[in-house]
Nanobody
Framework: QVQLVESGGGLVQAGGSLRLSCAVSGLPFTSYVMGWFRQAPEKQRELVASMGSGSYKNYADSVKGRSTISRDNAKNMVYLEVDSLKPEDTAVYYC????????????WGQGTQVTVSS
């Protein structure tokens, strides 16, 4: 059974930082691209960052330069750090996985709420 479990969300002041973690089990981790998505109320889900098993990383313009995605292939973990947080970063953040040669994310975590206060 595939499981993605996020942690690390919470209430943060604007200008602060957060680090989200996602523990992955039940799939061949290095064969999957890992992504972090977020969805704010009444907004479309947005891909924040993604990373393959190597060094390739991709970021949304909204977080580029203040965000870092990383993964520990030995521990089946993926992380997202966001600095200089803004109220508009408030959203539910989801960890997701897709096969390296697919475009669709097949597996999702339950999400973790991040709230940035001004």
């Amino acid at each position: 059974q595939v499981q993605l479990v996020e942690s690390g969300g919470g209430l943060v002041q604007a200008g602060g930082s957060l680090r989200l973690s996602c523990a992955v089990s039940g799939l061949p981790f290095t064969s999957y691209v890992m992504g972090w998505f977020r969805q704010a109320p009444e907004k479309q889900r947005e891909l924040v960052a993604s990373m393959g098993s190597g060094s390739y990383k991709n970021y949304a313009d909204s977080v580029k330069g203040r965000s870092t995605i990383s993964r520990d292939n030995a521990k089946n973990m993926v992380y997202l750090e966001v600095d200089s947080l803004k109220p508009e970063d408030t959203a539910v953040y989801y960890c997701a996985a897709r096969k390296s040669d697919y475009t669709k994310y097949d597996y999702w975590g339950q999400g973790t709420q991040v709230t940035v206060s001004s």
